[in-house]
């Protein structure tokens, strides 16, 4: 059996998860989307104004995997919870319980913590990963659709 690790993520982890972000993207058919870079990641994730928050995961030592998570807060429980941007497990690596080690870490993490929620999205056409979440008791908030503003239109919303 492997062993597994999830540890929040440093500095020295920034290169790696710039290499999991590009490899979800591929895998996402989306890799011209990413539009960040390293220092970016670095200032996001470690500098002083950080909201969010990565984890790495490692199997026998190697890393294998990570995720990427904030804090939201819903009005109606009065209390926060952790919405998972990215879970990402490279594919030589899956199958061994990194995927389901990095979403207990952030369930307990949600619990210890009082969360009211775990929360995150997925693509509705990425099956393997619709059938994990709902093995792990996960149901679609299929009622909800998400939106989005970004670039040229959120900025030209933010000065209308």
Known sequence: MRSITIREGTTEDVAQI?????????????????TTD???????????TARAF????????????FAIYFYNFSTWLGKYGIFLEDLYVSPEYRGHGAGK???QYLARKAVDEGCGRFEWNVLDWN?????????????????????RLQGT????????
């Not at 390293?38 to 002083?48: S, T």
Request: glycine share 6%; aromatic share 12%; hydrophobic share 50%.
């Open 153 to 160: 239109a959120l900025e030209t919303f933010a000065a209308s």
């Open 18 to 34: 710039y290499h999991f972000i590009r490899e979800l993207a591929v895998y996402e058919k989306a890799l011209e989307e990413v």
């Open 54 to 65: 990565p984890l790495i995961c490692e199997l026998d030592g190697t890393a294998a995997g």
């Open 101 to 103: 080690a990095l979403l």
């Open 38 to 48: 390293e220092p970016m990641l670095r200032e996001a994730l470690f500098g002083n």
């Open 127 to 147: 099956e393997p990963a619709i059938s994990f979440y709902e093995a792990c008791g996960a149901v679609p908030m299929s009622e909800w659709v998400g939106y």
